[in-house]
């Protein structure tokens, strides 16, 4: 099967001398986010859990820091934070990218499934955002969140745990929205559907049974292809924007057409 992607084209989002902290950006999607914030002149931060990845995902953003931390944990979240106003002084730009949607099958759910996936997809952004938000008010500066259309609407197959924590995600976005901006910070989410890159749950489908995979877009999305993560590191670079200023507490929905409700 050949997928038609393009390549984007760079846009000036007055983002320059912004600095963007990233977590879960060692490969795939967060990567491909830090890359196109970083091409519009951002300092960007690197974030992940596994120290080789980052070394291999730092060599491509010079002038970049990496810094290894499980923003699960509060105090991993606190020092991830510290370290990135140690570095450049100051916050811009917060992307909580860190998610995982490995779960069992739906009614084998158990009680470390539901908190794997909580902290995975909940916590990992409630600590971010509680642990950055005085250097945020410092800059009026913004979040962006990476859920799910998972937490849109109930997606056949999905597991119960992910697509739950990613609705509370959702749910937590449109509620602290109005808190944070008395602090003048917005605080937006993009709810991707299905995204391809190399390595990907995707990827690996389509070695498997390229069959299934070609059923599953002709019949479940109107435009029959997948995203791409360029595709959600652009519309990030323009939330984080100026150009956006009118915006909080939205959930975009970004999935080639996918969701019906």
């Known amino acids: 099967m050949k997928y038609n992607f393009y390549t984007s084209q760079k846009m000036n989002l007055d983002l320059k001398g912004k600095t963007?902290?990233?977590?879960?950006?060692?490969?795939?999607?967060?990567?491909?986010?830090?890359?196109?914030?970083?091409?519009?002149?951002?300092?960007i931060v690197l974030n992940s859990r596994d120290s080789?990845?980052?070394?291999?995902?730092?060599?491509?953003?010079?002038?970049?820091?990496?810094?290894?931390?499980?923003?699960?944990?509060?105090?991993?979240?606190?020092?991830?934070?510290?370290?990135?106003?140690?570095?450049?002084?100051?916050?811009?730009?917060?992307?909580?990218?860190?998610?995982?949607?490995?779960?069992v099958s739906p009614g084998n759910e158990s009680l470390e499934d539901w908190k794997t996936m909580m902290n995975d997809n909940?916590?990992?952004?409630?600590?971010?955002?509680?642990?950055?938000?005085?250097y945020l008010e410092k800059t009026k500066g913004n979040i962006i969140c990476i859920s799910s259309i998972c937490g849109n609407e109930t997606i056949p197959g999905a597991p119960i745990t992910y697509s739950t924590a990613k609705a509370a995600l959702n749910k937590y976005v449109r509620g602290i929205s109005r808190n944070l901006a008395q602090k003048s910070v917005r605080i937006n989410a993009i709810s991707p559907g299905n995204i391809y890159f190399e390595g990907s749950t995707w990827d690996l489908k389509i070695k498997s049974d390229p069959k299934i995979?070609?059923?599953?877009?002709?019949?479940?999305?109107?435009?029959?292809?997948?995203?791409?993560?360029?595709?959600?590191?652009?519309?990030?670079?323009?939330?984080?924007?100026p150009f956006?200023?009118?915006?909080?507490?939205?959930?975009?929905?970004?999935?080639g057409g996918q969701i019906r409700g």
Not at 20 to 33: E, P
Not at 63 to 78: F, L, P, Q, R, Y
Not at 230 to 241: G, P, Q, R, W
């Open 20 to 43: 963007a902290l990233i977590t879960g950006s060692s490969k795939g999607i967060g990567l491909q986010i830090a890359r196109s914030l970083y091409n519009q002149g951002c300092n």
């Open 52 to 103: 080789d990845r980052l070394k291999i995902a730092i060599d491509s953003l010079p002038g970049s820091i990496s810094v290894i931390a499980d923003v699960t944990k509060v105090s991993e979240a606190k020092y991830l934070t510290e370290m990135t106003i140690k570095a450049f002084g100051k916050l811009d730009i917060l992307v909580c990218n860190v998610g995982n949607s490995k779960s």
């Open 122 to 134: 909940l916590y990992s952004t409630t600590n971010m955002v509680e642990a950055s938000i005085n």
């Open 213 to 241: 995979v070609e059923q599953m877009l002709n019949n479940e999305v109107p435009m029959k292809t997948f995203g791409k993560p360029d595709d959600i590191a652009n519309l990030v670079c323009y939330l984080a924007s």
């Open 244 to 255: 956006s200023s009118f915006m909080t507490g939205s959930i975009i929905t970004l999935d």
